[in-house]
């Protein structure tokens, strides 16, 4: 079974700390995507990478940042963390890219920020 | 960016009724899926959709791809409370090489 693993379930921050998401999958998938979720707004894509040391910019990639070192582990980064980031974070992967590939999802954190 | 509108946002019915949830998109997707969300975990895929007119059933749930490929929608017979969820549609962006998602159908079967 694909496995996605975020690197914690809850996180509390005060405004303007640098925050620190990662997120590894096991299935040596080529793509990875970290998304939003907001109750009415579904999911918003931050930024996705198909391949090592390679990003794209999302929907609303504004305030924050990725890193992508290894093709197993996909970070995101928010540099001054704002209470408007307060929000459910939801890292997926893929295994190619194709039109009907799946996307496999972590469990999401969800940050708080004071 | 290519929008996805889902409808009902919300729906609570009891054990036993259909029910029939819509997304709806101006634009023509090349793929669309659905995924089901379950509390404090990430989204499920159920379905796949890639041709026009398309229709994939999976045991009570029936999903079909309209024929321009800018609409689809999922029908639940006989819903159980197991089906309680939040039903998600996603259509592929060929632009961009990425998912779009619709805001969501949160589902809650009464038993």
């Known amino acids: 079974d694909v496995k996605v693993t975020q690197s914690s379930r809850y996180l509390v921050k005060r405004t303007g700390e640098k925050v620190f998401l990662e997120c590894v999958q096991d299935?040596?998938?080529?793509?990875m995507f970290w998304y939003r979720q907001d109750p009415g707004l579904g999911l918003r894509l931050i930024y996705f990478s198909y391949d090592v040391k390679m990003k794209e910019k999302g929907d609303i990639p504004e305030g924050y940042s990725v890193s992508r070192e290894k093709k197993e582990r996909f970070s995101l980064i928010l540099e001054s963390a704002s209470t408007n980031q307060t929000s459910m974070y939801l890292c997926?992967?893929?295994?190619?890219?194709?039109?009907?590939?799946?996307?496999?999802f972590g469990p999401g954190t969800r940050l708080t920020v004071l | 960016t290519q929008l996805l509108e889902q409808s009902p946002q919300f729906l609570s019915i009891q054990e036993g009724e259909n029910l029939t949830v819509y997304c709806n998109s101006s634009s023509v997707f090349s793929s669309l899926q659905w995924y089901r969300q379950e509390p404090g975990e990430g989204p499920v895929l159920l379905v796949t959709v890639v041709t026009g007119g398309e229709v994939k059933k999976l045991k009570r749930l029936t999903f079909q791809f309209g024929d321009a490929r800018k609409d689809s929608s999922l029908h639940i017979t006989a819903a159980q409370p197991g089906d309680t969820g939040l039903y998600l549609c996603?259509?592929?962006?060929?632009?961009?090489?990425?998912?779009?998602f619709g805001s969501g159908t949160r589902l809650q079967v009464q038993p």
């Open positions: 299935m040596d998938h080529e793509n």
């Open positions: 997926a992967s893929s295994p190619g890219q194709g039109t009907a590939d799946t996307q496999y």
């Open positions: 996603a259509g592929w962006d060929t632009g961009r090489r990425a998912l779009t």
